[in-house]
């Protein structure tokens, strides 16, 4: 009942997000919004006619990069002075697959 499927219909594009946001609140993942597709000029009010929502853990992490021995030496120096360092919420990237597009009907 609460699996999404391939050409599900809903009243709004909103409800379509509610619906996936619901989704992953069960199976226990974070959703992102990745794409807005808008539609008019930038004077005029600028309808949403497609959204695209992801697992928050898609993508793959990047790699970090190795500084020369020489810069090492004078960053480590420079972070001997420093406090402690601050807690944060690192979101680890899995490549997740897990994707939802909502249109409006009649859009391609």
Not at 66 to 80: H, M, R
Not at 90 to 104: D, H, I, L, R
Request: contains cysteine.
């Amino acid at each position: 009942m609460y699996t999404p499927q391939i050409g599900m219909e809903f009243e709004t594009k909103e409800a379509a997000q509610h619906f996936f946001n619901f989704y992953a609140y069960l199976t226990g993942f974070g959703t992102a919004v990745v794409k807005v597709f808008r539609f008019g000029s930038k004077k005029n009010k600028q309808e949403v006619t497609k959204v695209a929502v992801k697992c928050n853990k898609y993508g793959k992490n990047k790699e970090p990069k190795t500084l020369p021995q020489q810069e090492a030496e004078v960053d480590n120096d420079i972070g001997k002075n420093k406090g402690p360092k601050r807690k944060t919420n690192v979101v680890v990237k899995t490549n997740c697959q897990c994707t939802m597009v909502a249109k409006e009907e009649g859009q391609i």
